[in-house]
């Protein structure tokens, strides 16, 4: 099945729930996405010096060290700027 498709039945199922069990969905589907959230945090706090890093980055922010996108684009890749727009 497609995502689509998987979208589409999981849609159909809810909607011919009773509430009490619709409730009990819900919350099953809160608890999946809370779930992968927090394994997906995991794994970037698994990366080395992760925070530091991003401590870093928000000091350089703070005091206006930062390198405009277009320099950056420039430098890095010339035709982004045209697959973008397209």
Request: hydrophobic share 35%; charged share 35%; no cysteine.
């Amino acid at each position: 099945m497609t995502t689509t498709q998987l979208l589409q039945a999981a849609k159909e199922s809810l909607e011919s729930l009773p509430p009490e069990q619709l409730k009990v969905a819900a919350e099953f589907l809160r608890y999946l996405n809370e779930r992968a959230s927090d394994e997906a945090t995991a794994e970037l706090l698994k990366i080395p010096g992760l925070l530091e890093d991003l401590e870093e980055a928000e000091r350089d922010i703070a005091e206006g060290r930062t390198t405009p996108v277009e320099k950056l684009r420039r430098k890095y890749k010339p035709n982004v700027s045209r697959r973008i727009k397209s």
